[in-house]
């Protein structure tokens, strides 16, 4: 069984991003995200024109300076290796909760379709809650560059400056 870490989350968080769970690097280095090859880290310092850090504290600096929140849909599991298509056995953080707790949250972005789907099937929605499907920036999918990637993300930008 591999468990997901716990939320990164401020009291001002407007989006949460959830994955689905994290890979076998980013548990190795206890970081969200922590697969260089992932995109996540790199689209969010380009969305906020911020110069790139491999500091893992100058990331959850950027988070919270851009009120955005860090979870995944999935608490535990079983898989062998980091592909999603490998899970098996799950169990589903209580997202609903934690929005209840941190009322300021308006959106929820997946960040692809597996956490989307494992949360459309075990917690369906939460109260005053928007949902927005992103592509995923695991390396995994590798049929979108990291402009096009980029371009879709430009969304939470626009969210948080409604």
Known sequence: MIQSFDPIIFP???????????????LQQ??????????????LFSLFETNFSHDYSDKINLLEKSKIGLWDTIFSCQRKGSSDA????VIVNQIADLCL???????????????ENYFRKYIGTVQNVKFLSLPSTSPANAQMNF???LNKWKILVEKLNL
Request: overall charge positive.
């Open 101 to 115: 707790k941190y009322q300021n949250i308006n959106y929820i972005a997946f960040n692809g379709k597996t956490s």
């Open 147 to 149: 402009e096009t990637k």
């Open 30 to 43: 206890h970081e969200y995200y922590g697969n260089k090859n992932n995109a996540f880290w790199k689209i």
């Open 86 to 89: 490998a899970i098996q056995n």
């Open 12 to 26: 001002d968080t407007k989006i949460l991003v959830l994955g689905s769970i994290p890979g076998e690097l980013s």
